[in-house]
């Protein structure tokens, strides 16, 4: 019994302390990469406090102490308003998966895309053992986007691409911001649409900030309404980055809400994640099964507002 005392004690002080100072990461960035565990810190606390458990009064204290920090970073997330769809209007079903680099089971992943009947494919890390799949993607998807060489990103459509690129371009013709491919997709019967894939740094990395910068600046020349950005952005809903680039996305919002897709084999880190401008709504988001990657598939269905 001590020795469980103990260690609960020890969980407790431990969850706690970390909780509160991964809080702190809006003013100290490089505890903003500890908010990534939050949840996992207030499981913590709270498994500390069952072991630990001694008078009411001093558990309930504890708790209050301990769980504080988390609901602090996690409710705002739970409870924050999504725009949802107009009953009736035409659906857009929209895929965001990092296929990984060292993928275990690239075709499994490659039928499991297909499987899930998407609209649009956005695919992050495809440069590695996923690159022959591509292919066979092709004769699925019959639309799809040319990368240049060294870019990790595709982009694949049923419906036609009528234009697309490594870097955003302004009415003249100009290449702007940093390195994101984009595609101008034309719906059956529907205005066009931009979708924009990505793939951030780790957030211990000082160039992601830069990056979420630069991308913010860029995506606030050209015409957010009906534009939708989806990938790989390393990056959990209660970390101070993520509200951070929430408010510089704006008008767009965050379609993605808590949904966990690393690591594969138990999937905690809410870190894919897909915005969407006010021309649309959310019908629904989901995460789909685990393949070969080490994260898992997330699929976003829209409609038009």
Sequence with gaps: MKLARTLGTLLTGGGSLAAWLSLAGGFVPALDALASFLPLFGAATLLGLLLAWRRPAWTMVAALLGLAPVAIGVVPELTREIPAARAGTPQIRLLTHNVWRSNRDPADTAQAIIDAKPDVVTLQEVDGSFRPMLAALSQYFPYATQCSPGCDLAIFSRWPIVDSDYFLEDPGGRKFGPAMLWARIAGPGEPPFTTVTLHYPRPTSRDQAVRRRDVARALARIDRDPLIV????????????????????DPLTR???ALPSWPRAFPVLPIDQLYAGPDWGLVSARRLPATGSDHVPILVTLARR
């Excluded at 989806?230 to 996305?249: H, I, K, S, V």
Aim: hydrophobic residues 50%; without cysteine.
């Design 230 to 249: 989806a990938g790989d952005m390393n990056l959990t809903p209660w970390a101070a980055a993520m509200r951070e680039q929430d408010r510089a996305f």
């Design 255 to 257: 379609m993605t809400r």
